[in-house]
């Protein structure tokens, strides 16, 4: 949102996630002023020209999808842009000789440095193609198919595909005030702490540092189990249980 000054015609802006906010202000800060945005269309100023796009669609994020889409329209031409976890983007876009593992390997340093990191790709759509979208859209949501929100995901990633590489952000999730203190007196009453998160896990043990959840001194032990669509959750179950045993075997 984009909040508008009548007295100083200063703008500020608010935002669903810190994310958000701190891509906004630092396109700004690069000569990419946010001026207006609404259900329908965005304004910006680029180095002082004047642009406007309107938005066509959104594909909304959630924690299966990780990602979230948009698809927008300028001079009669139309364009789908995404962002997403890393995990999930890789596989959707078609990359450059050697690109793939340059990224990656910057994601995975920004991620041992606590950062949240997001990787951003976009690809051109033809009018046809966003009719054919949008009548597919429009059918499913004034449907009555007890899945409608599965197939409409579905359709937005298909959508979601052959994409080019634009970049990817690193941001530092600030903790709030006194939170490290917090924990570390919670758990000096012995009292177990849970922490979940949806971020890579280098990015969370270092987050977790930070919160001191993982203290000095601390054994840190890491269950994880690389699954794919093939593997069976019975299996990973098993594998996880068959750790969490071997590991209380040791602590006892």
């Known amino acids: 949102m984009v909040d508008h000054d ?12 810190p994310d958000e ?13 946010l001026k207006e945005r609404t259900k329908d269309f965005v304004e910006i100023v680029e180095n002082g020209i004047k642009k406007e796009y309107k938005i066509l669609a959104e594909f909304p994020f ?25 995990s999930i983007m890789t596989k959707r876009i078609k990359w450059k000789m050697n690109q793939e593992q340059t990224v990656f390997d910057h994601l995975e340093k920004f991620a041992i440095e606590g950062l949240r990191t997001l990787v951003m790709a ?17 059918y499913l949501e004034t449907s009555n198919f007890r899945n409608k929100d599965e197939r409409l995901f579905d359709l937005y990633s298909e959508y979601e595909r052959d994409l080019i590489y634009v970049g990817a952000s690193a941001i530092e999730d ?3 005030k006194n939170v490290p203190q917090t924990i570390a007196k919670l ?38 189990q690389a699954i794919d669509s093939s593997v069976d959750p019975s299996e ?13 075997d040791e602590f006892n």
């Open 62 to 86: 959630n924690s299966d999808r990780k990602r979230m889409s948009v698809i927008i329209e300028n001079d009669n031409k139309f364009f789908l842009y995404c962002k997403g976890a890393d």
């Open 21 to 33: 906010l701190a891509l906004v202000n630092a396109s700004k800060d690069v000569g990419i002023e």
């Open 174 to 176: 600030k903790l709030q």
């Open 122 to 138: 976009k690809r051109e759509m033809t009018a046809s193609e966003y009719t054919k979208f949008e009548e597919k859209q429009a």
């Open 187 to 224: 758990m000096s009453a012995n009292i177990r702490l849970w922490v979940l998160t949806g971020d890579k896990q280098e990015t969370a043990i270092e987050i977790a540092k930070s919160c001191l959840l993982i203290q000095e001194g601390m054994d840190v032990k890491i269950l994880t």
């Open 236 to 248: 990973v179950i098993d594998v996880l249980t068959s750790k969490i045993d071997t590991y209380k």
């Open 6 to 17: 009548p007295k100083t015609n200063e703008i500020s802006y608010q935002a669903s996630s």
